[in-house]
């Protein structure tokens, strides 16, 4: 290999995926190997790790996998350069502002659970520090 090309486990290690999700998100078509090596292993590049962490970091917000699909092709759509046949900047104005608009949607989303689970971390916090107190109270000598 020539140092730009990874296989799963290293993937798996750097994302803290398992090599069975990694292959889910292959079949769901989320993320698809860069390439294949001679004996036909999967092979990734950096640019898949990236994507790999996007979908690692929508799960635990509660994306679907369609959702994740259409933020991949939104963030896809955005980011390819004109002359790879992508349109990148050179979007039209209406289409570039569909997907910032699409954008803006999953980030206010994103926020909205961030918050969510925040009160829910701060409920969790409140409640082990009462069950703190009363392990303390129950350790304090008789008494006291």
Do not use: C, N, W
């Not at 798996?12 to 090599?19: E, Q």
Request: aromatic share 4%.
């Amino acid at each position: 290999m020539d140092g730009t090309h990874m296989q799963i486990g290293e993937v798996a290690a750097r994302t803290g995926l398992s090599l069975r999700t990694i292959r889910h998100y292959e079949e769901t078509g989320l993320v698809v190997p860069s390439a294949r090596s001679q004996g036909g292993f999967r092979l990734y590049t950096e640019a898949d790790v990236a994507r790999l962490m996007v979908i690692r970091r929508m799960k635990p917000l509660g994306f679907t996998l369609d959702q994740m699909r259409d933020l991949l092709e939104i963030t896809d759509r955005l980011d390819a350069p004109a002359d790879a046949g992508g349109s990148g900047g050179a979007l039209p104005g209406g289409e570039r502002a569909a997907l910032l608009e699409r954008l803006s949607t999953y980030e206010q989303a994103a926020a909205q659970q961030v918050d969510k689970l925040r009160v829910q971390l701060a409920r969790a916090e409140d409640f082990a520090a009462t069950l703190r107190a009363r392990l303390d109270h129950a350790d304090a000598p008789p008494g006291s």
